[in-house]
């Protein structure tokens, strides 16, 4: 993942149609851990719009300070950081029928490196 949505999200929908991935769930979406709240981000799906934008998209058309916030890269340094997520019910991290749970370990997503994890550890706004 490299964002997240959290629970200041008042669901109004601006961010998921910025998403070059699709990587964001509606807050009615059954696939979001956190339906019926907020939007999601899928974890395994984020690219932080490396090779798309200069920032995340996402964040730049968000109306709510604090609603989208850097979180671990989707990186195989924190894959453990991710099943626990998964495990807790923070992430829902999709199933592949053949390849199991789409871990970093699976598919590591890029990531921009110039935020520190200072930012990412304490989910700081993502700021424009």
Not at 23 to 36: F, M, T, V
Request: hydrophobic share 35%.
């Amino acid at each position: 993942m490299a964002v997240m949505i959290t629970d200041l999200c008042i669901n109004c929908g601006d961010c998921a149609p910025e998403c070059p991935v699709a990587a964001i769930l509606s807050n009615d979406d059954e696939k979001n851990p956190h339906a019926d709240e907020r939007f999601y981000v899928k974890a395994e799906t984020c690219v932080e719009c490396v090779g798309h934008a200069d920032a995340p998209r996402c964040a730049a058309v968000c109306p709510t300070e604090g609603s989208i916030v850097w979180d671990m890269p989707y990186t195989t340094e924190f894959e453990e950081y991710f099943v626990a997520g998964h495990e807790n019910g923070t992430y829902k991290i999709r199933e592949h029928k053949s390849k199991g749970l789409m871990l970093p370990s699976v598919k590591a997503q890029p990531f921009m490196e110039n935020i520190g994890m200072d930012l990412r550890d304490s989910r700081a706004t993502v700021a424009l």
